[in-house]
């Protein structure tokens, strides 16, 4: 056990995986008295060392649940580093007064981190956001029966087995089957090809310097109009617009009526007036 241990210390699954794999499969299983005794002396003590031991035990079964997910074209090293993050998160949590092996608390920790690095690296535009999109991914891969597009009758069976809309299968079908795309065009495409790049197609009107000079020469006129309507007006209608209005902490209406001593009534007709009369001038 312990030559196992060392052995497996200076190996990574990112770098030599055959290694990898072949020490942690040198690895015994723990009986369910050697696994009690640990988990116990690690939840009561704090024993580091149980935690170790807990934790090379059950390597082997990263392995075995990363194999599963080979189909998503990640490298399986990297699915298996990802698995034994959630190997020891679980390992950390994990209460011997259960009554159940680690290995079945475990799993749900080792697929999480899985699911997680797959959604993050599957695709650059995320297929899956929400915990109902994650579930529905993971559970479509799983039921498509082949490589094509599914008939009608395969998406009521799925949307009835999942309890969705067939509506959110074919969604998630869709997302499945899209490919990422460059927006520029590799440097080995030729001519004939390289026009089919988004860049040439996608075209950002928002940079068109004629529409930004417009649009900038239509807020300073904008500004100027609304500044000489607003001198147009006596000086307590445009404190209360300005108070209102232009003012970072706005003032109520029941503040400005105690500052003129009127009611809060006649302030928001002064208000509703002096709004009148500029869109009057600004309109003119």
Same mark, same amino acid.
Not at 9 to 28: F, T
Not at 164 to 181: I, L, N, Y
């Given at each position: 056990?312990?030559?196992?241990?060392?052995?497996?210390?200076?190996?990574?699954?990112?770098?030599?995986?055959?290694?990898?794999?072949?020490?942690?499969?040198?690895?015994?299983?723990?009986?369910?008295?050697?696994?009690?005794?640990?988990?116990?002396?690690?939840?009561?003590?704090?024993?580091?060392?149980?935690?170790?031991?807990?934790?090379?035990?059950?390597?082997?079964?990263?392995?075995?649940?990363?194999?599963?997910?080979?189909?998503?074209?990640?490298?399986?090293?990297?699915?298996?580093?990802?698995?034994?993050?959630?190997?020891?998160?679980?390992?950390?949590?994990?209460?011997?007064?259960?009554?159940?092996?680690?290995?079945?608390?475990?799993?749900?920790?080792?697929?999480?981190?899985?699911?997680?690095?797959?959604?993050?690296?599957?695709?650059?535009?995320?297929?899956?956001?929400?915990?109902?999109?994650?579930?529905?991914?993971?559970?479509?891969?799983?039921?498509?029966?082949?490589?094509?597009?599914?008939?009608?009758?395969?998406?009521?069976?799925?949307?009835?087995?999942?309890?969705?809309?067939?509506?959110?299968?074919?969604?998630?079908?869709?997302?499945?089957?899209?490919?990422?795309?460059?927006?520029?065009?590799?440097?080995?495409?030729?001519? %004939?090809? &390289?026009?089919?790049?988004?860049?040439?197609?996608?075209?950002?009107? *928002? $940079?068109?310097?004629?529409? /930004?000079? !417009?649009?900038?020469?239509?807020?300073?006129?904008?500004?100027?109009?609304?500044?000489?309507?607003?001198?147009?007006?006596?000086?307590?209608?445009?404190?209360?617009?300005?108070?209102?209005?232009?003012?970072? %902490?706005? &003032?109520?209406?029941?503040?400005?009526?105690?500052?003129?001593?009127? *009611? $809060?009534?006649?302030?928001? /007709?002064? !208000?509703?007036?002096?709004?009148?009369?500029?869109?009057?001038?600004?309109?003119?």
């Amino acid at each position: 056990m312990g030559k196992s241990l060392l052995v497996l210390e200076n190996l990574s699954p990112g770098r030599n995986l055959d290694a990898y794999m072949q020490s942690v499969s040198a690895i015994p299983v723990l009986s369910v008295e050697e696994e009690r005794e640990l988990t116990e002396r690690l939840h009561y003590q704090e024993d580091l060392d149980a935690a170790r031991r807990l934790v090379m035990s059950h390597l082997r079964f990263v392995v075995h649940v990363a194999k599963s997910y080979s189909g998503y074209g990640l490298p399986l090293g990297d699915l298996i580093q990802e698995g034994n993050v959630g190997l020891m998160k679980a390992v950390k949590r994990f209460d011997p007064t259960v009554g159940v092996r680690l290995v079945s608390f475990a799993v749900h920790w080792i697929k999480a981190e899985m699911h997680e690095f797959i959604l993050r690296n599957w695709r650059i535009v995320k297929v899956a956001t929400t915990k109902a999109q994650r579930k529905m991914f993971f559970n479509l891969r799983s039921m498509k029966k082949g490589l094509g597009w599914m008939n009608n009758d395969e998406v009521e069976a799925i949307a009835a087995d999942l309890g969705v809309d067939a509506k959110v299968v074919r969604q998630m079908e869709g997302r499945m089957a899209a490919s990422d795309t460059a927006f520029d065009a590799p440097v080995s495409d030729d001519d %004939d090809s &390289a026009y089919q790049a988004p860049a040439n197609y996608l075209e950002d009107h *928002s $940079a068109d310097p004629a529409h /930004q000079v !417009e649009h900038q020469n239509w807020e300073e006129d904008s500004q100027r109009r609304l500044m000489q309507a607003m001198g147009e007006l006596d000086e307590r209608s445009q404190d209360i617009l300005a108070q209102r209005w232009l003012s970072e %902490d706005k &003032a109520t209406l029941h503040e400005l009526a105690a500052k003129y001593q009127v *009611s $809060a009534e006649r302030i928001r /007709q002064l !208000e509703k007036n002096a709004m009148k009369k500029i869109r009057v001038t600004m309109e003119a």
